[in-house]
């Protein structure tokens, strides 16, 4: 078992590394449209790092979780395999397309949003469990522009 403090921790973790993959992106990437869309989902990381932040500082730790604390790493893996959660570095070479590229950032959005739908059963304020709600419809929403986009520079390229 893990704290919610870790919980909230690894996601603004999670959140923090989206904002600053995207903002890497941007400086990698030429096509105007993309940088925008980018630009827009960085800040979108940003704004969900900054929840999870206040998720965190308002939960008090109780005394016995803090022993609890240090098994959190495994926990975490063993709960979730082989996903990266977001927190892998993207070597922007190692794609042989931009499409390449955004499939795999569909795939960070798409695990952020398993690991978001795991701790929903940890939160227990309403209020908190309509804000993650909120959260993963974003995350949705940015696999479906990823999508979008992916496929429009697909059909220019052929």
Wanted: proline share 2%; hydrophobic share 45%.
């Amino acid at each position: 078992m893990f704290t919610k403090n870790d919980i909230f921790e690894i996601a603004v973790k999670m959140e923090k590394n989206g904002e600053n993959i995207y903002n890497a992106a941007v400086q990698e990437i030429d096509h105007r449209d993309l940088k925008s869309m980018l630009r827009w989902m960085a800040n979108e990381e940003a704004s969900h790092a900054r929840w999870f932040m206040d998720q965190k500082k308002a939960v008090r730790m109780k005394p016995d979780e803090a022993r609890l604390k240090e098994m959190v790493p495994q926990v975490l893996q063993d709960m979730m395999g082989d996903k990266t959660l977001g927190l892998d570095e993207v070597d922007f070479e190692s794609f042989a397309s931009v499409p390449e590229l955004l499939e795999a950032f569909i795939g960070f959005e798409e695990e952020t949003i398993q690991f978001y739908e795991l701790i929903d059963m940890f939160i227990d304020s309403e209020n908190a469990r309509a804000g993650l709600h909120h959260i993963i419809h974003e995350e949705h929403t940015h696999i479906e522009k990823l999508k979008t986009m992916a496929a429009g520079l697909r059909e220019k390229a052929l």
